[in-house]
């Protein structure tokens, strides 16, 4: 049997709105009041009406996020944040997949269909800026790098600066024939093109000369196409002494094509990723990787999207930047 403010109220000896105002936190009750109340609470174990309250207020009490890809291990652990910080909030998280495409990019930047939500967590991969400011939406946060200075709030990691780094690690192991898998020249490519430059700019840093024949193109970033991006580096000539993949997928690809060819990590060919997978934590060695602070990421753009909804939404958009870290295991271990 489901309590109501009133079974709470008679039970607690008070009026139903007293009770409400301990429910939604009104600091003007008595604590002695407020304690008899509470005590109610517990004993019936009351839970409030949120779709009530949500209705009262205009919302709806559901948000959505909506990322390119579920099959990629980064996204689903992302989203697993999202649902834990939403529900600090008493919100309900819908996911959406759109596949990276402009039209299923659209249609969640305008509401995830038919579905009625307050706000949109939202990790683009096909629209511009331009595209999202021509939009009549809801409240957005933005979430990756294909959107610089776009019309909503946006949460990013410093995907140059964390290139930088994991490349400069490799070469602190004495490698410079340092390989980099996942390039890409299409217009959805910005993670790539950002860590490209952090790569490049860690060789100039280390007097290593760029040579395109160690950048490997991958036209996803799957296992698969990890895989086939090492195979085709070791088939150049040019084997490399080391490879960053940018990300984590790519990389356990990476370390199935040189077991497949017969070559020790990190003996031979020292491996790092970026993401910090949990399926990287068990792999066979476990993988050198950029970590993102996804929790971290997934808390501000809760928090930012939180404050959308109960302060001016009108404000200017802001950027704020999650953290990373070196996660250094066997592939590409500590010097």
Same mark, same amino acid.
């Given at each position: ?6 079974? &709470? ?45 949500? $209705? ?84 957005? &946060?933005? $979430? ?126 020292? &491996? ?14 476990? $993988? ?48």
């Amino acid at each position: 049997m489901r309590h109501r403010l009133k079974d &709470v109220a008679e039970r607690a000896g008070v009026s139903v709105k007293t009770v409400s105002n301990v429910v939604n936190g009104y600091q003007h009750v008595r604590a002695d009041t407020r304690a008899r109340v509470e005590a109610a609470i517990a004993e019936l174990n009351y839970r409030p009406n949120l779709s009530a309250r949500n $209705l009262r207020k205009g919302r709806t009490g559901v948000i959505a996020l909506a990322v390119p890809e579920l099959d990629i291990p980064y996204f689903a652990e992302l989203a697993r944040h999202v649902v834990t910080a939403a529900a600090e909030h008493g919100w309900t998280v819908l996911i959406d997949q759109t596949g990276g495409g402009p039209e299923q990019e659209r249609k969640a930047a305008s509401g995830i269909g038919d579905h009625m939500i307050d706000g949109l967590i939202f990790s683009p991969l096909a629209l511009t800026a331009d595209d999202l400011a021509g939009l009549d939406g809801m409240p957005m &946060v933005l $979430l990756g790098e294909r959107v610089d200075h776009g019309p909503a709030d946006h949460v990013v990691v410093d995907n140059v600066a964390a290139a930088r780094e994991i490349t400069a690690h490799l070469v602190g192991l004495g490698r410079r024939r340092i390989a980099a898998i996942g390039s890409q020249r299409t217009p959805e490519g910005a993670s790539a093109r950002l860590r490209l430059a952090g790569y490049t700019a860690a060789l100039a840093d280390a007097g290593i000369a760029y040579d395109e024949r160690l950048v490997a193109p991958a036209p996803a970033w799957h296992r698969a196409d990890g895989a086939a991006a090492m195979r085709h580096l070791l088939s150049t000539g040019v084997r490399p002494d080391a490879v960053f993949c940018f990300n984590d997928t790519l990389a356990l690809g990476a370390l199935r094509a040189l077991h497949e060819a017969g070559l020790r990590v990190p003996d031979d060919v020292a &491996v790092a990723g970026f993401d910090d997978i949990e399926d990287g934590r068990f792999s066979i060695p476990t $993988l050198s990787t950029v970590a993102p602070d996804k929790e971290r990421i997934a808390r501000l753009a809760v928090e930012l999207l939180a404050d959308r909804l109960t302060a001016d939404r009108e404000a200017p958009p802001r950027e704020l930047v999650a953290p990373h870290r070196l996660a250094l295991r066997e592939s590409a271990p500590s010097r």
